[in-house]
Structure formats: structure tokens, C-alpha cells
């Protein structure tokens, strides 16, 4: 069964740096692209970038440019997404996914982990 | 806002039949995708292709598609189908994935 679970809640203070993870498990991790999306409260949802795994080839929403890194371990099946200084804006809940076929950089999006919800707060 | 225009709001009556209706310019090149959330939960993949069901998704869920309109319809809707649905396709450049800003159904 395929799975993406992610890292727990963070609450963090304005200025803070933050990593979170998504782990896959049940099929090839090296082989399928992990996408992140935003989802600020009450709002809908925003594709911020991708990596592939197998050689770390990573692509932005321009929107997120030089806000965020992506990055991916791929021995521990592990993609990451992280800030070097948070913002109250960066409050959301931030989802990976993976493309339902493989070696394939865009949507669809077949399996999504459970979220991580992010608030930065003073 | 997002290049792909979605009504805010949608209601049914149980059992009745809706359309949600997803608009923009890249619909005419890119397929579109539909993806369903309930509250609290991570999006499922409702549609793909247009047209495609994934595995172990009712068929009462349909999608189509016409020049710049990509629709899913459920025909019988049912009470768990009350969720946010959000249509994915390209941006207009092609050079990256979009959502729509999002549905909510409510099924009366």
C-alpha cells in the first residue's frame, strides 16, 4: 500500500526556521516525483513545487521561489520542505503528493499525505 | 485569484444531480483533474484525463469537458459527497500545475 506520512504540527514564532518531512513507503521512492501544497485556512489549494527524488531535480512555483527548499533523502525515503525564516503568512497546512505515474513531474496527484499544519505565531 | 475559475458554492438535493463547472484559457490545451475534500482531510482524486475514474471512486462521478469548461458531475449525489471539489489543471504558460480556487457542495 502506497503511503506518504508526514511530520506533526509545528507551531513556531516569526523568524524561525522549520523542516518537515513526508516519508513514503509501499512503492519506489527514488522513481516518482513529491510535489507540495499550501492550504491556508479556509482557502483553497496552492502547488508550490516538486522534486524528484532518484537525481534531487527540484522545480518552483515562482510564487515560492527563494521562500522555501525542497529537498529529498533518498535513503530514507524522505522529502522535505523548509524555511530559514518563517512568517505569520506562512500559517497553513502544507501537504505532499505524489503524481500517479512515475517519473512524471505534474498532476494528477493520486496519493497525498495526511498535512502538516504550520502556525507561526508571536 | 487562480487561473481556473470555480463557483464558490454548489447545493443539491440528496440524491439529485450537480455539475461543478471549472473555467480558463489552459482547459483548451490540458486535461483537467477534480479532486474531493471532505473537511479535515487530505484532497482525493476524484478524475483524471477529463474523463478517467481512479480506482475505487463511485462511478456516479463523471467529468467532461468543452473548450475552456471542464466539468464533474455526480449524478445521485449522496451525503458523503458534501466536501470541497477542486479542479487542477495547468497555467496558462503550460509550465506548471494550478488548482482552482475551490467548491463547496452541500447536498440539501
Known amino acids: 500500500e502506497v503511503q506518504l506520512v508526514q511530520s506533526g504540527a509545528e507551531v513556531k514564532e516569526p523568524g524561525e526556521s522549520l523542516k518537515i518531512s513526508c516519508e513514503g513507503s509501499g512503492y519506489n521512492f527514488n522513481i516518482y516525483w513529491i510535489a507540495w501544497v499550501r492550504q491556508m485556512p479556509g482557502k483553497g489549494l496552492e502547488w508550490m513545487g516538486i522534486i524528484y527524488p532518484g537525481d534531487s531535480d527540484t522545480r518552483y512555483s515562482p510564487s515560492f521561489q527563494g521562500r522555501v527548499t525542497i529537498s529529498a533523502d533518498k535513503s530514507t525515503s524522505t522529502a522535505y520542505l523548509q524555511w530559514s525564516s518563517l512568517q505569520a503568512s506562512d500559517t497553513a497546512m502544507y501537504y505532499c503528493a505524489r503524481p500517479l505515474w512515475e517519473n512524471y513531474a505534474d498532476y494528477p496527484f493520486d496519493h497525498w499525505g495526511q498535512g502538516t499544519l504550520v502556525t507561526v505565531s508571536s | 485569484s487562480s487561473e481556473l475559475t470555480q463557483d464558490p458554492a454548489v447545493s443539491v438535493a440528496l440524491g439529485q444531480t450537480v455539475r461543478i463547472t471549472c473555467q480558463g484559457d489552459s482547459l483548451r490545451n490540458y486535461y483537467a483533474s477534480w479532486y474531493q475534500q471532505r473537511p479535515g482531510q487530505a484532497p482525493v482524486l476524484v478524475i483524471y484525463d477529463k474523463t478517467t475514474r481512479p480506482s475505487g471512486i463511485p462511478d456516479r462521478f463523471s467529468g467532461s469537458s468543452s473548450g475552456h469548461t471542464a466539468s464533474l458531475t455526480i449524478t445521485g449525489a449522496q451525503a458523503e459527497d458534501e466536501a470541497d471539489y477542486y479542479c487542477?489543471?495547468?497555467?496558462?504558460?503550460?509550465?506548471?500545475?494550478?488548482f482552482g480556487g475551490g467548491t463547496k457542495l452541500t447536498v440539501l
Open positions: 487542477n489543471s495547468r497555467d496558462i504558460t503550460g509550465n506548471q500545475p494550478v
